[in-house]
């Protein structure tokens, strides 16, 4: 396809532009779409992952009828950062990591329709993770004991039983 | 080592075409989101805050784990000019977005390239790794233990039920953004890559441009990466993407052997004509030049074209960008003296390969 523009070079960028309601498909080369200020920076599309998730929360906003409850969305706000409901779910970027408590009830919907799921089950952090990696140990040492009382592995069950016990102090100590 | 090698130098370890399958899967990158619990997200941060960030990176590369990683140079963005972040972006060590909106921004780098950590773009952290090939379960051991070096100097927000908090929905859980560069030519000339890559899409993988989101696939160059984030852990992604990967790696090698049978002629001469233009051409536009590179480059995987190590290819994609063009000539160029000089460099790098 050629630039509309010039005529000469191949057109390699292609918008769609509406304009008062008409719809305008324009293919023009670099040289023109850079003449003509259509250039983003990077060469990136200026529409990104963001707008869609904004898209995604105002969605949610919408389906809820009451006037009332979008008063209440309004309102919402993150303590820590000063982010408001309205401006995360413009933005579709938290503030802060207190967000996530701030909004808390908003986001279960946002993550299934983004990843299907809610909860975390990767890795955890040693510091910040607080005492959650010890639990998942304590439960992975507990499967394996029910393993071994099973296949009747005494020995070795009474290891892992000594090692679950020293692992339940030290998260009883935390 | 001064950050000028990073900039001057194409070649890059990853473009060194060793690893499994790198024929085909060019790279591996496993990216992580980290944000450190006492500051607001770089958009919200302000430029104290922002510093005090990059003195906390800082403080850690005096780490000797970190030390045994590296060795590592600190770049802040507001020392480079836009050529230079250009050169990094083309080069996949910075992003995009780092290089466009750069506040408080710096990167990381260690001296091999394998290491690329962002500070500052819109997660306070972002440990990369990148690996030559489909080497992504070693790119993720890496990314891994860098981020556990982090850890025990910085507290990372976290949080029990939603995992390492980041500032965009998108990444929170995991953080982690696995990709594999793949040159797929066989299934766009045998029109199978649609296909493919709606089924990709239903397996919560996704496919973008060389550059990212919101990038061109061009070339036949094609990213696969992870969508999910959250509920699934590192491992399972590593397994998903990778077994995706060979599969992907399966059917181009199938298309391949088909073209190979059934258009052996038609092909040979279509890569042979490519070689031609970019030996002999003068003036040659960006488009054209990724389009003959991935020809030749499906030449040397097939033993039509030979004398040309698959890392040279690599260079020369890299080489051939608009950022890379200028810097090497050391001015900046306006569009037409860019093909002329991005012809002139394809036929002096083929020529020297050649010798």
Not at chain 2, 9 to 23: I, L, P, Q, R, T
């Amino acid at each position: 396809m050629i630039c509309q523009e010039c005529h000469q070079r191949p057109a390699t960028l292609h918008f769609t532009q509406i304009i008062n309601g008409e719809k305008m498909q324009l293919h023009i080369c670099e040289v023109c779409a850079q003449e003509k200020g259509h250039m983003f920076p990077g060469g990136m599309n200026d529409f990104s992952i963001h707008h869609l998730l904004s898209g995604l929360l105002n969605q949610q906003g919408s389906n809820a009828v009451s006037f009332q409850q979008t008063e209440q969305e309004k309102s919402l706000h993150c303590e820590t950062c000063g982010m408001t409901y309205p401006q995360f779910s413009k933005s579709g970027r938290f503030g802060c990591s207190d967000c996530y408590e701030a909004f808390a009830e908003r986001l279960d919907p946002l993550f299934r329709r983004v990843h299907g799921n809610t909860r975390h089950s990767g890795k955890v952090p040693e510091r910040s993770g607080g005492t959650i990696k010890l639990k998942k140990e304590v439960d992975q040492l507990k499967y394996e004991l029910r393993m071994c009382i099973e296949q009747e592995e005494f020995e070795r069950a009474a290891q892992l039983r000594d090692r679950i016990r020293e692992l339940e102090q030290q998260i009883a100590h935390l | 080592m001064s950050f000028q090698n990073f900039i001057t130098n194409a070649v890059s370890e990853w473009m060194n075409g060793e690893g499994e399958d790198a024929d085909i899967a060019i790279s591996s990158r496993v990216r992580l989101a980290r944000n450190i619990q006492e500051y607001p997200f770089p958009i919200l941060a302000t430029d104290s805050q922002l510093e005090q960030i990059t003195a906390a990176v800082r403080q850690v590369m005096e780490d000797e784990d970190c030390k045994r990683q590296g060795p590592f140079e600190f770049i802040r963005m507001d020392q480079l000019t836009g050529l230079q972040k250009r050169v990094l972006m083309e080069k996949h060590l910075i992003s995009p977005n780092l290089m466009a909106e750069s506040r408080g921004g710096a990167v990381l780098l260690s001296e091999n390239e394998a290491f690329s950590i962002m500070v500052n773009e819109e997660d306070h952290l972002r440990i990369q790794c990148l690996f030559s090939g489909l080497q992504l379960q070693k790119a993720w051991e890496a990314a891994d233990r860098m981020d556990d070096i982090f850890e025990k100097h910085v507290n990372f927000a976290f949080d029990e039920r939603r995992g390492y908090l980041t500032s965009c929905p998108t990444n929170v859980g995991t953080g982690i953004r696995a990709s594999v560069m793949m040159h797929l030519p066989g299934l766009v000339l045998t029109h199978q890559i649609n296909r493919i890559l709606s089924a990709i899409a239903q397996v919560g993988l996704v496919v973008r441009g060389l550059y990212g989101e919101g990038s061109d696939a061009s070339g036949n160059l094609f990213q696969i990466s992870n969508q999910i984030t959250l509920g699934q852990s590192e491992e399972e992604i590593i397994e998903n993407l990778t077994s995706v990967a060979h599969q992907i790696i399966e059917q181009e090698r199938a298309a391949r052997r088909y073209l190979m049978q059934n258009r052996r002629l038609l092909l040979e001469d279509q890569l042979c004509r490519s070689y031609g233009v970019l030996t002999n051409a003068r003036i040659i536009e960006s488009d054209e030049a990724a389009e003959k590179l991935s020809d030749v480059r499906l030449g040397i995987d097939l033993g039509i074209i030979r004398n040309i190590p698959l890392s040279v290819m690599n260079e020369l994609t890299v080489m051939v960008q608009p950022g890379f063009l200028q810097q090497h000539v050391g001015q900046q160029l306006d569009s037409d003296s860019r093909d002329e000089r991005r012809a002139r460099l394809i036929r002096e790098r083929l020529q020297s390969a050649m010798e």
